[in-house]
C-alpha cells in the first residue's frame, strides 16, 4: 500500500511533483531506491538539482479577464534568454498568470508568510474550533490541519493548478524545468481587481422613496 508518508518521503528526496513521486511508488511497488531511479530515468528527479541555479533571464508576463475587471502581472524566472523565447516556457508564464487571477493568491510561498500573520491565522482557527464545540485536547490537530488548508488557498505554489486540479502549481514548475532543463522560479506578482477594497454605497430604495416625499 502507498502512503501518503511514503509519497511525502520521495517528494522530499527528489523534489519531482506529487502525482509523479505517487506513480513512481506504484510502478516500483512502493520502493524507495527504485522509485528515486524510476524518477531519474525520467528526469523528473532533476528539478532538485537545478533549484540552486541562478535564474536572472525570463518573462513579464500579464493576462487581462472579464473585460478589464481583473488584471495580473507576474515575474517568473529562468537561466537563460533562449529559454525566455522558449513556447513551453511562455505557456508555463500564461497558465501562472491565469492562475493569479482566478485563484487570488497572497504570497508565492508559505516562507514569505510572516510569523505574526501565521499565529493570527491560528488564534482565528482555534477559535473557530472552539466555538464548534471541538475539544479542546483535538484543538491543536485541528489547527495545524487548517493551517495547512490555509497555506493551500494562500500560496501560489501550493494551490491546485486550475488546468488539472491533480496538480499544484509547483508540480507544474517542476514538469516544466524538467522539460525544459532550467531552473525556473517565479519571483514576485501583482493582482488588481477594480474597486477590490472600496466601500461601495449601496442605495437605500426606502430612504431614498421617504427623502422624496419630504420635498
Excluded: W
Excluded at 491565469?98 to 488564534?123: C, D, L, T, Y
Amino acid at each position: 500500500m502507498i502512503t501518503a508518508a511514503m509519497v511525502k518521503e520521495l517528494r522530499e528526496r527528489t523534489s519531482a511533483g506529487m502525482m509523479d513521486c505517487k506513480k513512481a511508488l506504484g510502478e516500483t511497488n512502493g520502493d524507495m531506491d527504485k522509485a528515486i531511479e524510476f524518477l531519474r530515468e525520467k528526469g523528473l528527479a532533476s528539478a532538485a538539482k537545478k533549484a540552486g541555479r541562478i535564474a536572472a533571464e525570463g518573462l513579464v508576463e500579464s493576462y487581462i479577464h472579464g473585460g478589464g475587471r481583473i488584471g495580473v502581472l507576474v515575474e517568473v524566472n529562468c537561466e537563460t534568454d533562449f529559454v525566455a523565447k522558449n513556447d513551453d516556457f511562455r505557456q508555463l508564464c500564461k497558465d501562472i498568470a491565469m492562475q493569479i487571477a482566478a485563484s487570488k493568491p497572497e504570497f508565492i510561498n508559505r516562507e514569505e508568510i510572516s510569523a505574526e500573520v501565521i499565529e493570527k491565522e491560528k488564534e482565528i482557527i482555534r477559535a473557530q474550533a472552539l466555538n464548534e464545540g471541538k475539544p479542546e485536547k483535538v484543538v491543536d490537530k485541528m489547527v495545524e490541519g487548517r493551517i495547512e488548508k490555509y497555506y493551500k488557498e494562500v500560496c501560489l505554489l501550493e494551490q491546485a493548478f486550475i488546468k488539472d486540479p491533480d496538480l499544484t502549481v509547483l508540480d507544474l514548475i517542476n514538469e516544466n524545468i524538467s522539460k525544459i532543463g532550467e531552473n525556473i522560479s517565479v519571483r514576485r506578482f501583482v493582482r488588481f481587481q477594480v474597486a477590490e477594497g472600496l466601500e461601495k454605497k449601496s442605495n437605500d430604495l426606502a430612504a431614498e422613496v421617504a427623502a422624496l416625499t419630504k420635498c
